[in-house]
């Protein structure tokens, strides 16, 4: 499911593809 929301944040916003993949970081350590 991670997968979708780093697709997601690079779809919606290409400027937070950074975030997203912090994000993504956070979500599989957490």
Do not use: C, Q, S, Y
């Not at 991670?2 to 993504?24: M, Q, S, Y």
């Amino acid at each position: 499911m991670r997968n979708w929301i780093f697709v997601k944040v690079i779809t919606d916003e290409p400027d937070l593809h950074g975030w997203g993949e912090a994000t993504l970081e956070w979500h599989t350590r957490a």
